[in-house]
């Protein structure tokens, strides 16, 4: 079974800094691009960043310069680096990854973490 599994979220006083991973488990034969989304309470779903297989990565206007999106092709990982966290990244945060499977390709979606930042 193919899964994205994500973990790192908590509860953090503004300014303070998390560290989001998320493993991609399962029959894989190859991750493309894998990025980050946030929710937060009556909102739409956003994309927060997102890095390619090469490495290329790209970035919401509101979290350029202070996160970092990063990736272990070895281990299926993708990172999110969190820092000068602020009250309005609070959401729940949401791995994506396009994987080749055996079924061919695919997106898929973590369960979620959530992200409280208290001001």
């Known amino acids: 079974q193919v899964q994205l599994v994500e973990s790192g979220g908590g509860l953090v006083q503004a300014g303070g800094s998390l560290r989001l991973s998320c493993v991609a488990s399962?029959?894989?034969?190859?991750?493309?691009?894998m990025g980050w989304y946030r929710q937060a309470p009556g909102k739409q779903r956003e994309l927060v960043a997102v890095?390619?297989?090469?490495?290329?990565?790209n970035y919401a206007d509101s979290v350029k310069g202070r996160f970092t999106i990063s990736r272990d092709n070895a281990k299926n990982t993708v990172y999110l680096q969190m820092n000068s966290l602020k009250p309005e990244d609070t959401a729940v945060y949401y791995c994506?990854?396009?994987?080749?499977?055996?079924?061919?390709?695919?997106?898929?979606w973590g369960q979620g973490t959530q992200v409280t930042v208290s001001s």
């Open positions: 399962g029959s894989i034969f190859s991750i493309n691009a």
């Open positions: 994506n990854a396009d994987l080749f499977v055996v079924a061919g390709a695919y997106e898929y």
């Open positions: 890095i390619t297989s090469g490495g290329s990565t």
